[in-house]
């Protein structure tokens, strides 16, 4: 469905080295790796916001290496949510949908569903800056979903939480990935998360992918890079 | 105002989020009209465009517009660095073309910034005196009858034209004020 072969890019001083790996539709794959192993600038490089300097990025057989983001159809959730402070909870999520000129019946069925499976129903009508940092997540990847992405981009969606929230959130996003059917794209530094929500895992150490496997392969993989580091 | 709005916005957006070549010189040259004596201005201005700006509106315009447009392309400037740039990254991702992102995301966001630099720039634009003494005398503008009273005539007839100046100016300033707090 998303696959990567050997990109590499090299963003300030920091650089991606040959980065390839695949991802199966409906898949749950998750990118972990410490503060600045370049998930994040691996996540921006699909999304389409940075260009690689070298290898290709395939959606669905499609060459998307060169496409501008708008072009992608691949939703991205920012560290920080990145929700349009100026504008309702309803005006974010049906931001792309008025790009997409959907019909106005087909946004607000759309906002009613995605609202009701993701618990913000009474949310609509306020201001981003107005919401906890749960909610906001919840606004945030109504949005992204909104539009029908064929890969949802997560980056450390949960840094930001406390750990109850966090916890009660892992389990929504497995229940909402069984309810609306999405393959994602997962970043994070906390491998108990990697664990909990991967069906695959892609341990990236200084922009290099190291190993790819389920949670057991990866756990092993991990420790003993800890082992190693001390 | 309006010209330098017209230009001073997309030159703020491109010195906010763009990296290039000769950033810092062109950065340097939008500060000068504000660090340089504005009769220097006014001899810079004649050097560049000679009679094309001679005492003519031309020449008021330019003389007004290279004083006052820093204010413009700064204030822009700062207003964008102010806004997160994954607000537009996300907008893009979303399906907005990289303009459709900069109209509505950025330009609202940065607007009470661009709004509050354009105040700035008519203020600085109708004060200026300096450097149209040299390029535009005639046709007169109300800033250059001041002085021409205040030396012809002296202070007690260039009083009520200074007075209804400020008058002037501060009802419209109030107003522009006005304007940008509801925006």
């Known amino acids: ?230 | 105002m309006l010209i330098s709005l017209c230009f001073g916005v997309p030159l703020g957006y491109i010195l906010a989020r763009s990296e290039f070549k000769g950033k810092n010189l062109i950065q340097a040259i939008v500060d000068v009209p504000v660090v340089i004596p504005h009769s220097v201005v006014g001899i810079m201005l004649l050097v560049t465009f000679s009679e094309a700006i001679l005492d003519n509106y031309l020449g008021i315009i330019s003389a007004m517009l290279f004083v006052s447009a820093p204010f413009t392309i700064n204030s822009s400037r700062d207003g964008f660095l102010g806004i997160d740039e994954k607000l537009e990254h996300v907008a893009q991702t979303l399906g907005a073309s990289k303009f459709r992102a900069f109209l509505t995301i950025s330009l609202p966001l940065a607007l009470p910034s661009i709004l509050s630099g354009a105040i700035m720039t008519w203020a600085r634009a109708i004060s200026e005196v300096g450097a149209i003494l040299v390029v535009a005398y005639y046709p007169k503008t109300a800033q250059v009858l001041v002085i021409e009273y205040f030396i012809n005539y002296g202070l007690k007839h260039a009083m009520p034209i200074a007075s209804t100046l400020i008058v002037l100016s501060l009802i419209i300033f109030a107003f522009l004020r006005w304007l940008c707090a509801r925006a």
Not at chain 1, 96 to 110: F, H, P, S, T, Y
Not at chain 1, 167 to 194: C, Q, S
Not at chain 1, 198 to 225: M, Q, W
């Open chain 1, 1 to 230: 469905m998303l696959e990567l072969k050997d990109v590499s890019k090299t963003w300030r001083e920091f650089s991606l080295k040959k980065i390839s790996f695949k991802v199966e539709e409906g898949e749950y794959f998750v990118i972990l790796g410490h503060s600045g192993a370049g998930k994040t600038l691996l996540l921006e490089t699909i999304a389409g916001i940075y260009k690689p300097e070298s290898g290709k990025i395939f959606l669905k057989g499609r060459d998307i290496t060169y496409l501008p983001p708008e072009k992608r159809r691949i939703g991205y959730i920012p560290q920080n949510f990145a929700l349009f402070p100026h504008l309702t909870v309803y005006d974010n999520i049906t931001y792309g949908l008025k790009i997409l000129k959907r019909d106005q019946n087909e946004v607000r069925r759309k906002v009613e569903e995605l609202s009701e499976i993701l618990g913000i129903e009474g949310l609509l009508q306020r201001r981003p800056k107005t919401l906890s940092g749960g909610e906001q997540q919840r606004v945030a990847i109504a949005r992204t979903l909104a539009i029908e992405p064929e890969v949802l981009l997560l980056d450390e969606p949960f840094s930001n939480l406390d750990v109850l929230i966090k916890e009660r959130l892992i389990e929504e996003i497995k229940n909402w990935r069984d309810e609306i059917g999405f393959t994602a794209l997962h970043v994070t530094h906390d491998l108990n998360e990697a664990v909990m929500l991967a069906d695959k895992v892609c341990l990236i150490v200084n922009g290099e992918v190291i190993a790819i496997g389920d949670g057991f392969e990866i756990t092993k993989n991990y420790k003993s890079l800890h082992i190693a580091s001390f």
